[in-house]
């Protein structure tokens, strides 16, 4: 079982349509990021959120810490063919030695024209 | 120019062949770090180097080894591959900017162990 769980594992939608993606954990972190991954590349950081309940908007994408700081949403409005790629969250276990970053399975979307 | 490079990009080799794995990076970060993600399972850490003297293993380290050769190079090696090193690794560099970490990943590198 890995700490961060994301939800769906995968998501196919119309060009137009709105989509969120789960992140959760049962464990407290610190703070948690959201990144993108295209083919062939490696995962980009889109955001981070540090602040139990804050929410944090990049154009069309939203982003929310849940209040307790063990969950985050990303929620993107009226989706683009150019919003597809591997979505992963990832985060700092609030109490982990190292400040390792630990990552969930990630999110496969893919935004048909 | 890429600020994370990785060599090779691709990589097909047989069980049993010692393999290297080569990052460099010119942001000038101290931390680096080798991540393997395979499919639904995000990425695992592998190693990760807070400076050249500082070497620590990360939650899959078994089987591999690492070398900080100075800031900007960190290499990691299969001394024998097996099967299921078959993966996509990805070299990471990191800095702290105030209230977290922000990681910045190279291209990746696919290899496929026969």
């Known amino acids: 079982t890995q700490l961060l769980e994301q939800s769906p594992q995968f998501l196919s939608i119309q060009e137009g349509e709105n989509l969120t993606v789960y992140c959760n954990s049962s464990s407290v972190f610190s703070s948690l990021q959201w990144y993108r991954q295209e083919p062939g590349e490696g995962p980009v950081l889109l955001v981070t959120v540090v602040t139990g309940g804050e929410v944090k908007k990049l154009k069309r994408l939203t982003f929310q810490f849940g209040d307790a700081r063990k969950d985050s949403s990303l929620h993107i409005t009226a989706a683009q063919p150019g919003d597809t790629g591997l979505y992963l969250c990832a985060g700092y276990p609030f109490k982990a030695a190292g400040n390792k970053l630990t990552f969930g399975g990630g999110t496969r979307v893919l935004v048909k024209p | 120019d890429a600020d994370v490079t990785q060599t090779p990009r691709n990589r097909i080799t047989k069980t049993g062949k010692r393999i290297m794995l080569e990052c460099s990076q010119t942001?000038?970060?101290?931390?680096m770090y080798w991540y393997r993600q395979d499919p639904g399972l995000g990425l695992r850490l592998i190693y990760y180097s807070f400076d050249v003297k500082d070497i620590n293993k990360g939650e899959i380290s078994d089987g591999y080894s690492v070398s900080r050769q100075a800031q900007a190079k960190f290499s990691l090696s299969l001394e024998s591959a097996i099967p299921n090193q078959t993966a996509l690794y990805f070299c990471?560099?990191?800095?702290?900017?105030?209230?977290?970490?922000?990681?910045?990943f190279g291209p990746g590198t696919r290899l496929t162990v026969l």
């Open positions: 990471a560099t990191s800095e702290w900017t105030g209230s977290y970490n922000e990681q910045f």
């Open positions: 942001k000038g970060h101290d931390r």
